[in-house]
């Protein structure tokens, strides 16, 4: 998005090609987020009373205190300080390459108005049409096993390429591997942020964040410009993330997580919610296992989320051209081609969720293969993509999808 200025001298912001005019109504809604005291039920409800944001900013102090706002915000309001404050916040977005949506916008996405405390304003830069997509949110934990890493990014590849848009929080673990899943269909993906979307958190996820913006995704956030990251930031912005979404998808997630916190919000917005299930015997795998047993759809394949579909959502994506077509064939556990006997032996005891060491394997396997069999076979393997090889000499299975040939 950039600036730029309009027939008639008022500044607009470029969304995906089109002009969008910075009204005094849109700068209004801008103001209110930017006041002290003013979270989003309090601006919804203090707009609809007055019928319009740009009221507000115009009202009597009297008028102000009477919609049962704070002394000290109602002051802000009327001494201009908050159209102050957003005429400052958008010179830095014109200057970042930013742009805003507001709740009264016709692109603003119509799932997230339909929750309880939609952000009035979002913050945004890369297309803003992605927003009214059918999409699901994956989430997880920020440090999976090898296996939540491998089905965060397969199941995300898989329904990318499928049409559904993938959006998580960019944060380390699952949520990066899903990304990085959408963009391996050759898709776009939208992350949401909570920190301002000029603030990259984590920094490591820099380069993603710029490949995300360059293949037509995007990154939004409620949180102002130059906003840095806070603990209370990120249950606030998991709201977002389901909301926004026809379902949530949980890969990882141990009992005190924040991938507990956007489950229950998906339940409260009525939202589906999907669950990899895993290894009772890890830490990671109570969040997903908990919410299968209390009624989350069981995850292993695209197929499990795709059935669950709303009929219109479902038929909005068949409808979409070259989709049908599109990505690798479905991947299963359960299905690979047949090997040598001595790859086939190897296969046997390696996992997808618990990386062995060489030492294990050579032990495991003692008796049965030699020492070099083992080290031809791990290399031919490795070499088609059907495992990984971790720092230390560790070696997990890889999934399916990993070694589909195109």
């Not at 998005?1 to 209004?28: C, H, I, S, W, Y």
């Not at 201009?80 to 009264?104: S, W």
């Not at 990014?153 to 929080?169: H, N, P, Q, W, Y």
Request: charged letters at 25%; hydrophobic letters at 40%.
């Amino acid at each position: 998005m950039n600036g730029r200025e309009t027939g008639n001298g008022a500044q607009a912001v470029e969304l995906k090609g089109a002009f969008l005019p910075v009204t005094e109504d849109r700068l209004a809604w801008l103001a209110l987020v930017l006041t002290p005291g003013l979270g989003p039920r309090r601006i919804l409800r203090s707009v609809e009373k007055a019928g319009s944001a740009r009221r507000l900013l115009d009202m009597p102090l009297t008028e102000l205190e009477g919609l049962n706002l704070p002394m000290q915000t109602a002051q802000f309001v009327h001494s201009g300080m908050a159209r102050k404050a957003a005429d400052e916040e958008l010179e830095r977005m014109v200057q970042t390459g930013a742009g805003f949506l507001t709740h009264a916008d016709e692109a603003y996405p119509v799932r997230l108005r339909e929750i309880f405390d939609a952000p009035p304003v979002l913050w945004l830069r890369g297309d803003a049409s992605l927003l009214s997509r059918p999409s699901i949110a994956v989430v997880g934990t920020r440090r999976p096993s090898p296996y939540g890493t491998g089905m965060a990014e397969m199941l995300a590849r898989d329904l990318s390429a499928r049409g559904l848009l993938i959006v998580s929080g960019m944060a380390r673990g699952v949520d990066t591997a899903a990304h990085k899943g959408a963009l391996a269909a050759k898709k776009p993906t939208l992350a949401v942020w909570g920190t301002g979307v000029d603030v990259i958190y984590p920094k490591e996820n820099k380069s993603l964040a710029e490949q995300i913006i360059s293949t037509g995704g995007a990154i939004i956030s409620e949180m102002p410009l130059g906003t840095f990251p806070a603990p209370q930031n990120f249950p606030k912005r998991n709201r977002i993330l389901s909301g926004l979404s026809v379902g949530v998808l949980v890969v990882e997630g141990g009992e005190f997580s924040g991938t507990r916190v956007t489950a229950r919000c998906a339940i409260e917005q009525n939202r589906d919610v999907f669950a990899v299930p895993g290894n009772v015997t890890n830490k990671n795998a109570w969040g997903p296992n908990t919410l299968i047993k209390q009624g989350a759809k069981l995850t292993a394949t695209w197929e499990d989320v795709w059935e669950e579909l709303p009929t219109d959502v479902r038929m909005e994506l068949d409808g979409q051209p070259g989709i049908a077509s599109e990505g690798p064939s479905a991947a299963s556990l359960f299905e690979e081609k047949p090997l040598p006997p001595a790859e086939e032996s190897l296969l046997r005891v390696l996992r997808h969720d618990e990386a062995l060491q060489m030492e294990e394997i050579l032990e495991k396997l003692e008796g049965e293969m030699s020492s070099s069999e083992i080290y031809t076979a791990l290399f031919e393997l490795e070499l088609a993509g059907r495992i990984r090889q971790l720092p230390g000499k560790n070696y997990v299975k890889s999934f399916p999808a990993a070694f589909h040939k195109e």
